[in-house]
């Protein structure tokens, strides 16, 4: 799935796929109590927020502070980088958020990894081709 979103240029994103990411955060935002994660559209395509943020955590273009916020915000512990806030690149963002999505997917699911549990299914598929 991540073959369909824009690769990353010797860590940075392109344009597209740094909105990409806000629209993801948005939709995270607005998760309530569904099983499944929410999902973003590019190019006509249905792509999981997860697989957004998996996208980005190579990439060390500054994220906006309006975006530094929305991920801070959604921390347990507070913020403590190197330097200032504004300084969070989007391989720290997306590394918090895809760990966020993950927890969301154990409580909405009662503890079961469904990610993990379609994994082994497929495996187990293949093995059996």
Known sequence: MSNALPPLHEGHAPITLQQLFREALYAF???????????????????????????????????????????????????????????????????VMGVLVRKRLLVVNNGVDVAAVVAETQAAEQSDR
């Open 29 to 95: 935002e607005e998760w309530d109590t569904e099983v499944t994660e929410p999902i973003v559209m590019f190019e006509g395509k249905v792509v999981p927020v997860s697989t957004v943020f998996e996208a980005m955590r190579e990439c060390t273009d500054i994220v906006p502070n309006n975006i530094v916020s929305a991920v801070t915000e959604r921390l347990t512990k507070p913020w403590e980088g190197e330097g200032p806030l504004d300084t969070m690149t989007f391989s720290t963002a997306a590394r």
